[in-house]
């Protein structure tokens, strides 16, 4: 595991989802897709190893789910992040919602995001495995 601050790896994991969106829109599915939702999934466990209470690390999780085609374990993070969340006019906050509303919609697999889910190719399936339980 990363000596780093929960902060910083929930960042890592979020700038890799970034690229996986370039990256599917220039190429489509390749392995380095795959590979980069792969980092993306290690960091943000990373990032709630060490700070189990850190929402922003809960909502990413539950993106990354979605866009593995992981729609029980998406919305058991999301859930997760809810409960985490702090009052205030942004309750449960922005990003929180954007991700909802993707796992809610389907995006990016919808018509609006035009993507097809892949299933997941056996390799990343036996070397992520281990994130399958929360």
């Keep these: 595991m990363l000596s780093v601050q929960p902060e910083i790896t929930t960042d ?10 370039q990256r599917i829109s220039q190429l489509g ?5 795959w590979h980069l939702l792969g980092f993306a999934l290690q960091f943000t466990h990373e990032a709630v190893e060490v700070d189990p209470d850190y929402q922003r690390a809960w909502t990413l999780m539950a993106d990354i789910y979605h866009r593995i085609g992981k729609a029980e374990l998406a919305k058991k993070c999301l859930k997760k992040s ?13 990003f929180y919602g954007d991700i909802e509303k993707n796992i809610r919609s389907g995006y990016p697999f919808n018509d609006a995001g035009g993507l097809k889910c892949q299933p997941l190719p056996s390799w990343f399936e036996e070397k992520y495995k281990k994130y399958w339980t929360l």
């Design 12 to 21: 890592e994991g979020r700038h890799k989802v970034q690229e996986w969106g």
């Design 29 to 33: 599915w390749d392995e380095q897709a």
């Design 82 to 94: 809810h409960s985490l969340a702090k009052p205030g006019p942004n309750f449960p906050d922005r």
